[in-house]
């Protein structure tokens, strides 16, 4: 049950009654005079008793805290001094046959203890406000709103009391005047209280209560004695009413309720003091004091504006700069491009969370970013950016935080500890496998996770993802896995063959095999491919899968491919020389994209041309799709290349992912279809979609290359059937182990040697 449906409305119905009650008696008392005047005293002390009852009620089951109880308490006192004092003056009213009667002494005490308690109470609410200055300043602004409220109704009400015909009781001045100090003093409080135990607006009730007093005052006034009679029976209720209702809010007032306190009730204030002062002009004197009286309401009026323009000048002044102090921290702690969290956040939310217990990390990198970025330009690449930040974000709403951490590097902590890293990483790939951004792009992500528990370096975490992010990238991308211990070992071991690589190119453990490319026609030899090998002085020769990654991601490629270029051009003079310049046509050694990015890259080939003799048409650099993909310096060298009239050729064809836009930005003169395409093309399997995909591709290429006036050769050809199959198709050049495998340069050198009697003119 909700405090609302327990606050009981039986009591502000019971004094309601009353109120109503008192007012009809007055009407049938004043219309046909019967029954005793007396019984307007009744209508108060009936209406405090509900009030008593109401506000035990409230401090026996109502749910407050300390303050709170203590200022119902005292206002517990108060009604019952107020009910007491008004019974017993009910009392001398019933005896006493005089529409007013002197004011027992006891009933004064009674009620003055009663106003003087509520006093008390308003002036006991804690006001929550902490710096010495902000009190000071309240204060000022308080006193100004009492003395401005006071003089109103001193004027209004005290004054032509003291200063008419009859003689009033001391007693019931003073009990006047304390009403108009509790009025004045409530409300001038209550405007200052933003929230806090006791509820503001039931606060104001009871200041209220104090106003009672001025419409006793204004009644009798105007009435005279008789004014008594509406005064007690009309006005005097309202009090009890107005503590019920004022009860009732306590009880279904909530949780604190912060609200901005009324600062304008000091310019209201001194705005109030001019009506008086308007008030006694045509009493004053002469001319020259209604003169000085006038302007000094005009200033205090202008001065007030004044006030009140600079108030709210200050309020804006505030609310721009924490406006602008809001919009700096989030410039501190968020990414300008996505406005995702950035590294200094995500690294302060991660440590307090460590601090806190466990922390899962998750490591999103794109795969192939650079490629996008680099082929369709920086703002392609930042509209793709804040696509991804966006999937991030909606991906993560509830259960983690997302941030960049620069370039194409996301990171998401999962702030639910029951989530499991792996779902939201299984939900950010789905949420891929569709294009984004208005470009239609599609991009995958490797995503690596790990968890820490308390207690463990934040950079120990990060550094666990990267390598689960590493792991996931060698997986075949678009992929996560997690990060389990050991993982690492595989790097290690990446770095250590690093060494060994440096070692071997130093000690000139490195080789060159060649790799005839013919006719598949005739078999004839029109050229040789180049492939690096490894004379290793314990494990024999070793394969260039093994030992080119880590050629590649150590740097060692660009050295190690400058020997085989070197290597290469000395030995295709020395067979051209030998054989005559009509035995081979092309010369083709691996270049990575590691390579193409050394600035010295032209220049090492021009070199080695003028060195070695060779001519620059007979040279053919292999290059895959993806190392031509890779910005401006890549295309400016490859033109560079393609002027000295070296020729380059499309290793791996069909396999990467822009093949056909590529070949038209690209100065290719050959194209390498990929083995995997020749792999099955001689079976006829009607119905397989495998292998009419296959054959559906080699004729593709075969017809573009037809279009573009590029040369083919078909790779990896194992069998007859399939040279059979691809002559078919319109292929006339071929490599692969059926045709000759990857031999030393002095094999090379006799199967020339028998070629050159073979084909030998007659
Ligand atoms: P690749 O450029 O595609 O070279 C062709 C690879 O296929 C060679 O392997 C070759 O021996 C093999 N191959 C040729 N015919 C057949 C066949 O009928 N069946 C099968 N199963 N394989 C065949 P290799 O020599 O092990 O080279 C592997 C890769 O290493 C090369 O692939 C190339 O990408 C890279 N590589 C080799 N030497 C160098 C180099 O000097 N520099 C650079 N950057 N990369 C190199
Ligand atoms: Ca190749
Ligand atoms: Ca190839």
């Known amino acids: ?180 100090a509790l009025a004045v003093g409530g409300i001038t409080k209550v405007a200052y209280i933003a929230g806090g135990p006791v509820d503001r607006v039931a606060l104001r009730l009871i200041g209220l209560c104090g106003l009672c007093g001025a419409g006793v005052a204004v009644c009798m006034v105007l009435g005279g004695d008789p004014g008594t009679v509406p005064a007690q029976a009309v006005v005097m209720p309202i009090a009890p009413l107005l503590g019920t209702v004022a009860v009732r809010r306590q009880w279904t007032a909530g949780a604190e309720r912060r609200s901005r306190a009324n600062i ?146 996301f990171a998401v902590l999962i702030t639910e500890a029951t989530v499991l890293g792996e779902t939201i990483a299984q939900r950010i790939l789905d949420a891929f496998a569709g294009a984004l951004s208005a470009h239609r792009l599609l991009v995958h992500a490797s995503i690596g996770i790990a968890t820490a528990h308390t207690g463990t370096p934040l950079d120990r975490l990060l ?31 990446h770095a250590q063959l690093g060494g060994e690589l440096r070692r071997a190119l130093d000690a000139g453990e490195f080789t060159v095999h060649y790799q005839p490319i013919m006719s598949l026609h005739n078999g004839r030899i029109v050229g040789v491919e180049a492939l690096a090998r490894w004379r290793h002085p314990t494990r024999g020769l070793v394969a260039p899968a093994e030992f080119i990654p880590a050629a590649e991601s150590t740097g060692l490629i660009v050295p190690l491919g400058r020997f085989v270029l070197r290597e290469a051009c000395r030995q295709a003079a020395a067979w051209l020389a030998e054989f005559g310049p009509d035995a081979l046509q092309k010369f083709g050694p691996n270049v990575s994209a590691r390579q193409l990015h050394d600035p010295d890259f032209v220049t090492d080939v021009q070199a080695a041309l003028a060195e070695t003799g060779l001519p620059a048409d007979r040279l053919v650099l292999e290059l895959t799709e993806s190392a031509v993909l890779r910005g401006q310096q890549v295309s400016r060298a490859l033109y560079q290349l393609h002027a000295l009239g070296v020729r380059m050729a499309l290793d791996d064809f069909g396999t990467g992912e822009s093949s056909l836009s590529l070949l038209r930005s690209f100065p290719a003169a050959i194209i390498k279809l990929d083995k995997s395409f020749v792999d099955g093309i001689e079976l006829d399997e009607p119905g397989s979609p495998e292998a009419d995909a296959r054959q559906a591709v080699a004729r593709a290429v075969m017809q573009l290359a037809l279009a573009l006036g590029l040369d083919t050769v078909a790779e990896g050809i194992e069998n007859q059937a399939q040279a059979d199959r691809l002559l078919e198709l319109g292929y006339s050049l071929g490599q692969g182990y059926h045709l000759a495998r990857p031999m030393p340069a002095e094999a090379m050198t006799a199967l020339l040697a028998a070629q050159k009697n073979l084909f030998a003119p007659a």
């Open 1 to 180: 049950m909700t405090a609302e449906h327990r606050a009981p409305l039986r009591y502000v119905a019971a004094t309601g009654a009353l109120a109503a009650a008192g007012t009809l008696w007055y009407v049938l008392w004043y219309c046909t005079g019967i029954g005793p005047a007396a019984v307007s005293f009744l209508w108060l002390p009936l209406g405090a008793a509900v009030t008593v009852a109401a506000v035990y009620d409230l401090l026996r089951r109502g749910a407050l805290t300390v303050p709170a109880k203590r200022f119902w308490r005292l206002l517990l006192v108060s009604f019952c001094g107020v009910g007491v004092g008004f019974s017993v003056l009910a009392a001398a009213g019933f005896r006493d046959t005089s529409v007013l009667p002197v004011m027992p002494p006891a009933a004064a005490v009674c009620s003055g203890i009663g106003f003087l308690t509520a006093m008390w109470a308003m002036g006991r609410v804690p006001l929550g406000i902490s710096s010495a200055g902000e009190r000071w300043k309240q204060w000022l602004d308080r006193a100004i709103a009492f003395l401005g409220g006071s003089t109103v109704l001193f004027h209004f009400g005290l004054a032509p009391m003291l200063g008419g015909t009859r003689v009033w009781s001391i007693q019931a001045l003073v009990l006047l005047g304390m009403s108009f």
């Open 264 to 409: 304008w009730l000091p310019y209201l204030a001194v705005a109030a003091v001019d009506v008086p002062l308007i008030a006694v002009i045509p009493g004053a004197l002469t001319w020259t004091d209604k003169l000085v009286i006038l302007s000094s309401v005009l200033v205090t009026g202008l001065v007030t504006i004044r006030q009140f323009v600079a108030f709210r000048e200050n309020a804006r002044l505030l609310r721009e700069k924490r406006l602008s102090e809001e919009r700096l921290q989030h410039e501190a702690t968020h990414d300008g491009l996505t406005g995702l969290a950035n590294r200094a956040l995500f690294r302060r939310r991660l440590g307090e969370q460590l601090d806190r217990g466990g922390a899962t990390v998750l490591l999103v990198d794109l795969d192939d970013f650079k490629t996008i970025n680099d082929s369709l330009g920086h703002d392609v690449g930042d509209d793709l950016l804040i696509a991804v930040a966006d999937v991030l974000r909606a991906e993560t709403v509830t259960d983690g935080l997302p941030v960049r951490l620069g370039g194409d590097e």
């Open 463 to 493: 550094r666990d993802a990267d390598v689960a992010m590493y792991a996931a990238k060698q997986r075949g991308k678009a992929n996560w896995v997690r990060y389990h211990d050991g993982m690492e070992q595989p790097v290690a071991d």
